[in-house]
């Protein structure tokens, strides 16, 4: 455990790694590996790493994971993070203090993950005590705008997010096709926040035209289980044989019980994992703590199995460009159709039950539950199946496409609202957060995006001069001191 010394050092460096100073500097790690921070994560205030879900370019490939800061390398090991599996999603470790020769720094499963060691040319001078760190502005600059200039920044930020997306997505297609892209961002926003890592993993591990390949010969019924079953196996999420009294169901046991379903998944995990030589992840990675059990990764995964069932005879991407190209002639049922697409509904086994463990109780059941609700499938158009089809449109050169595309985006409703986008209100538009603020009210999903464009790229790297120069030039010379 760091002592207090090291506790106020470690807020400082946490500070640095939020704010600007290491942005398009050139990074390298001990092991020579270029860095560049794209996004710096979301601050851990659980036990585990530092921060959670950064986006680094590691030698000019992106890849998403955790960060862990100390002020000495042998901290890793001192701190046990070798032991912990709450670490096996770390991809860098940062440090201050030259590391011995030859340090390197391993997680529990194994894996070396590189070390940077932070230029000391972008360190402070003397620690900044903790308060003074993570206090934030007193006032954003950007209050003090006209309505009408503020709207049309958050428009302008809210395209600026459509376009990033788009622009990573692209950026993958250079190792993958378009179904397999769509595939992995399907399954990140599967993952919500804290499970992002282990879906995208997931995803990896059972690229879609594994999937569609495996399950092709069967009914709808049966590749529902089929694919539940693999997934499942591969996750690690598969409980052991054993029932907790030593016994396997008996055969034709009722396939909605507990025992019954797992007899199935089992039978197709014992077939399908072996056809395809799949080593399962470790049930570690995945996260429950702090999770309501509608929300438990485990239903996630289910969702997942229907909703591959659902695209595997046409794709996704042909789904979506039938979908966005419907828009020509009924604009308003094109957006309702593209909300309504990743919504999973059922009944069954997953209708009264949170997991895969035999001898819980099953909450009360009902006959049909959304396993994804209409919020989280219109945040899935939002933010995955809309800059997808942009990346494709670009990449096929479809002007009419990429029209069509950003024509739904900017008539999209808004989303469901979140802890973010509630305090951005009301940093920008003041009063409680939680009240309409003037203009947003019953605001597009457009500036809700560009609420947390601004709170991402710009508010958590406290880059005020960024969002300045996007307003008009007018008013910059009235917000400048």
Request: charge should be neutral; hydrophobic fraction near 40%; charged fraction near 25%.
């Amino acid at each position: 455990m760091a002592g207090p010394a090291d506790s106020a050092h470690e807020a400082t460096y946490h500070h640095l790694w939020r704010g600007p100073a290491l942005t398009g500097r050139e990074l390298f790690t001990l092991e020579g590996h270029r860095i560049e921070i794209v996004e710096s994560g979301s601050a851990n205030p659980d036990a585990g790493p530092d921060f959670l879900a950064a986006l680094l370019r590691i030698d000019g490939e992106l890849v998403r994971g955790d960060v862990e800061i100390h002020t000495r390398a042998r901290d890793w090991y001192l701190h046990r993070h070798h032991k912990d599996p709450r670490y096996n999603r770390v991809i860098l470790h940062a440090v201050v203090h030259p590391s011995p020769a030859g340090f390197t720094a391993r997680r529990q499963d194994g894996t070396a993950i590189p070390t940077l060691l932070l230029d000391a040319a972008v360190l402070p001078a003397e620690p900044v005590p903790a308060m003074a760190v993570s206090a934030p502005p007193s006032r954003c600059p950007l209050a003090d705008l006209p309505a009408g200039c503020l709207l049309a920044l958050l428009d302008q930020a809210g395209m600026e997010r459509l376009e990033m997306h788009a622009a990573r997505f692209l950026e993958m297609r250079e190792k993958a096709g378009w179904e397999e892209i769509l595939h992995a961002g399907l399954f990140d926003a599967l993952g919500y926040g804290k499970n992002q890592l282990p879906f995208r993993r997931l995803a990896a591990l059972l690229p879609a035209a594994v999937l569609h390949a495996w399950t092709a010969g069967m009914d709808e019924e049966e590749a529902v289980i089929g694919a539940e079953a693999l997934l499942f196996g591969a996750a690690g999420l598969l409980p052991p044989p054993a029932l907790p009294d030593g016994e396997e169901p008996a055969p034709g046991e009722d396939p909605e019980t507990p025992g019954g379903h797992l007899a199935r998944l089992r039978e197709y995990w014992r077939r399908g994992g072996g056809e395809l030589h799949l080593d399962p992840m470790p049930a570690e990675a995945w996260q429950f703590f702090r999770l309501r059990p509608c929300n438990f990764p485990t239903r996630r995964v289910a969702a997942a199995a229907r909703l591959l069932t659902r695209f595997r005879r046409r794709g996704l991407l042909h789904e979506l460009i039938a979908v966005v190209r419907a828009a020509r002639f009924d604009p308003g049922g094109a957006i309702l159709a593209l909300n309504e697409l990743a919504v999973v509904e059922v009944e069954g086994y997953w209708a009264s039950h949170h997991d895969l463990e035999a001898r819980r109780p099953a909450p009360r059941a009902r006959r049909r539950v959304r396993l994804v609700g209409r919020g989280r499938s219109r945040e899935i158009a939002v933010n995955v199946f809309l800059p997808g089809l942009l990346a494709f449109a670009r990449e096929s050169e479809d002007g009419r496409l990429s029209a069509a595309v950003r024509a739904l985006y900017i008539a999209s409703p808004g989303l469901p609202e979140n802890d973010l986008t509630r305090r951005m209100r009301k940093k920008l538009f003041g009063g409680s957060g939680g009240g309409a603020a003037p203009g947003l009210q019953g605001a597009g999903a457009v500036r809700q995006q560009g609420l947390i464009q601004l709170a991402q790229m710009r508010c958590r790297r406290n880059e005020c001069e960024h969002c300045l120069a996007l307003s008009p030039p007018e008013e910059k010379r009235q917000l400048r001191p």
